[in-house]
């Protein structure tokens, strides 16, 4: 597995480049532009129930000493937890929503790498609905699994393995959308699950530069999109015909 999350990293290397030339990045401003407003409401959201929650916890603090200092740290508390809850949801809001935008994009690489000319036939309510199946799905898991690994997170020593786990299972699920848009081509969604399960290390070394380029202010944001899908699409392609008799 080791050698397939080392391909769906390596894949990146050719993104900007294969983005370039064929003019992909007008087909992108609206998924990047539904990143920016679901990132902006994640952030506004925080701001303002942090506050609220703040409140909400002064309620059982009795004393009258250190009450500002306590609403402070209660409230930076709350702020960081609604933005860790909202980064969780986050991928999966934006994959989910910019799945009936970043199939055409997809097929335009895939038509491009190929040589053949691709027409899916699906409507922009199909892709949507996909879109959507497959990443309420993935949400659930990745909660699941991240709420398992965080309580072993208490155990001494198998705690300090848990945090580099969290962050391969969002990998692999953040690489498993990607891988999505490439598939809902060809194959239908149980058969899409299965393909992804056999080639995980592919999506975890997607997923890997995704979550990390989100970590970019501002700019990772706009180019995590774009590049994540446009790698994601290649190793899928490459994926298939390796999987061809």
Request: charged content about 15%; hydrophobic content about 55%.
């Amino acid at each position: 597995m080791f050698k397939s999350i080392i391909k769906g990293i390596g894949d990146y290397k050719g993104s900007l480049k294969l983005i370039n030339d064929l003019n992909l990045w007008k087909f992108f401003l609206i998924p990047i532009g539904i990143c920016v407003l679901v990132a902006l409401a994640i952030y506004f959201a925080a701001c303002g129930l942090s506050d609220n929650v703040a409140d909400y916890l002064m309620q059982s603090w009795t004393w009258k000493w250190g009450r500002n200092t306590m609403h402070a740290i209660f409230e930076v508390m709350a702020f960081l937890i609604i933005l860790l809850a909202g980064y969780l949801v986050f991928k999966r809001v934006v994959m989910a929503l910019s799945a009936p935008f970043m199939s055409p994009i997809s097929e335009k690489i895939e038509e491009h790498i190929t040589g053949k000319k691709i027409n899916s036939g699906a409507s922009f309510m199909e892709l949507l609905l996909r879109g959507i199946k497959v990443n309420l799905r993935n949400l659930s898991l990745e909660l699941m699994w991240t709420f398992l690994l965080f309580v072993l997170g208490f155990i001494p020593i198998i705690g300090l393995l848990t945090a580099p786990v969290i962050f391969l299972i969002q990998a692999y699920f953040i690489g498993f959308g990607n891988m999505d848009y490439t598939l809902e081509r060809h194959m239908n969604y149980k058969k899409g699950v299965a393909f992804v399960q056999k080639n995980k290390g592919v999506a975890i070394g997607n997923g890997v530069i995704f979550a990390l380029l989100l970590l970019i202010p501002v700019i990772g944001f706009i180019i995590a999109i774009p590049f994540s899908v446009t790698a994601a699409t290649v190793s899928t392609i490459d994926a298939i015909k390796e999987a061809e008799p």
